[in-house]
C-alpha cells in the first residue's frame, strides 16, 4: 500500500508542478527497494500455501500419489532455486556493503535493500525445505480407501 501512496502521490505532484508542488524526491528508488522486499517477502507464503502455477491438463488424469510425487519434485527444485536467489543476494549485500554504494537521489545505502530481500529469501529457503518434507509425507502416505475417510 506504501508503494502505491508513493507512486501515487508523486505522479500527482508531477502534474501540479505549476501549483507549487513536484515529484517526490527518491520515488523511484523507494519503489525499486520496496518492491524487491514484497516480492521476497511474500514468496514464502506463496509456496506454503501451493500459489505457484501449476499446469494441470496432463496431471489431472492420474492419481493423487503421482501428483504428490510431481509436486515433490517441484518443491525440491524450488528449494535449490530459493538456496540459490539467497546465496546470491548474500553475496550481493556484501559486495555492496563493503563498496559503500548508496543510490543516487537518497543516498541511502544499497545493502539495505538487499538485507531486507535477504530476509525474505532465507526465510523462503526454510519454507520450501519444509515443502518438501510436505510432499514427501504425501507421496508416502497411504491410499485411503473409498468411503472410509
Not at 2 to 9: C, K, P
Request: hydrophobic share 55%.
Amino acid at each position: 500500500m506504501a508503494l502505491t501512496v508513493i507512486t501515487v502521490v508523486s505522479i500527482a505532484g508531477r502534474a501540479l508542478i505549476f501549483a507549487g508542488l513536484g515529484p517526490i524526491p527518491g520515488d523511484y528508488e523507494l519503489v525499486e527497494a520496496g518492491t524487491a522486499f514484497a516480492i521476497f517477502a511474500f514468496l514464502p507464503w506463496c509456496q506454503l500455501k501451493r500459489g505457484h502455477v501449476t499446469v494441470d491438463l496432463f496431471l489431472a488424469r492420474f492419481g493423487a500419489r503421482l501428483n504428490a510425487g510431481v509436486d515433490l519434485v517441484a518443491n525440491i527444485l524450488m528449494t535449490l532455486a530459493s538456496g540459490l536467489i539467497a546465496w546470491r543476494l548474500w553475496l550481493g549485500m556484501l559486495d555492496k556493503k563493503a563498496y559503500g554504494e548508496t543510490t543516487f537521489i537518497l543516498q541511502f545505502p544499497l545493502w539495505w535493500p538487499y538485507a531486507a530481500a535477504l530476509a525474505g529469501a532465507g526465510f523462503a529457503v526454510v519454507v520450501c525445505a519444509y515443502t518438501v518434507w510436505r510432499s514427501l509425507d504425501e507421496t508416502l502416505a497411504r491410499p485411503v480407501a473409498a468411503g472410509r475417510e
